[in-house]
């Protein structure tokens, strides 16, 4: 099984300011990895897959990057609607497996 | 808008089953392979089982496997999940979600259902 680790489990950060969330996996998953945004109360909705390609409808400010063990995703510009949790998910191998999610939260 | 509704939760004791469903609408049902996926109170998100379009490809996670069975009638748009043995630490708010393809991994979910809430006391 492959296993997600997030990193931090929580992030400061102020509107307007980048914040950079990590994520790393125990084997390589290639380029087979999702990020997605949850809010309370609220399912998760799909923001990244495969490693760089944002979803349909995901704001610019929104990026992803790297493959095989080692992956990031940075949000430009903090508004205020993306203060929640963000999760990694690789989605190349049995059994599909999430990270513990990063709270983003507002300094 | 494609649209997945989950429903059959409730509270069931130890040892009990439940069957959940879940509807989808608004896109072809049976070209997609589905998901399953859960949240303990308070916790991350958990994978617990996907079913490829044609119901060829099955897996579980560790955790529910033998208890656990997914299945599908595209006919009906339907995805369900059959729990046996229920357990304590089976509490959670269950999710359905679709991937982008046919196949059962190398997709994300790029849709989900709000859930619907099991919960395992006596």
């Known amino acids: 099984e492959i296993l997600m680790t997030q990193s931090p489990a929580t992030l400061s950060v102020s509107p307007g300011e980048r914040a950079t969330l990590s994520c790393r996996a125990s084997?390589?998953?290639?380029?087979?990895l999702a990020w997605y945004q949850q809010k309370p109360g609220q399912a998760p909705r799909l923001l990244i897959f495969?490693?760089?390609t944002r979803a349909t409808g995901i704001p610019a400010r929104f990026s992803g990057s790297g493959s095989g063990t080692e992956f990031t995703l940075t949000i430009s510009s903090l508004q205020s609607e993306d203060f929640a949790v963000y999760y990694c998910?690789?989605?190349?191998?049995?059994?599909?497996?999430f990270g513990q999610g990063t709270k983003l939260e507002i300094k | 808008e494609v649209q997945l509704v989950e429903s059959g939760g409730g509270l069931v004791q130890p040892g009990r089953s439940l069957r959940l469903s879940c509807a989808g609408s608004?896109?072809?049902?049976?070209?997609?392979?589905m998901h399953w996926v859960r949240q303990a109170p308070g916790k991350g998100l958990e994978w617990v089982s996907g079913i490829s379009w044609d119901s060829g490809s099955i897996g579980y996670a560790d955790s529910v496997k033998g208890r656990f069975t997914i299945s599908r009638d595209n006919a009906k748009n339907s995805l369900y999940l059959q729990m046996n043995s229920l357990r304590a630490e089976d509490v959670a708010l269950y999710f359905c979600?679709?991937?982008?393809?046919?196949?059962?991994?190398?997709?994300?979910?790029?849709?989900w259902g709000q859930g619907t809430l099991v919960t395992v006391s006596s």
């Open positions: 495969g490693a760089s």
């Open positions: 084997q390589s998953v290639s380029s087979n």
């Open positions: 998910q690789q989605h190349g191998d049995w059994p599909l497996s």
């Open positions: 608004q896109f072809t049902f049976a070209n997609y392979a």
């Open positions: 979600a679709k991937s982008p393809g046919g196949a059962v991994a190398a997709y994300p979910f790029d849709y």
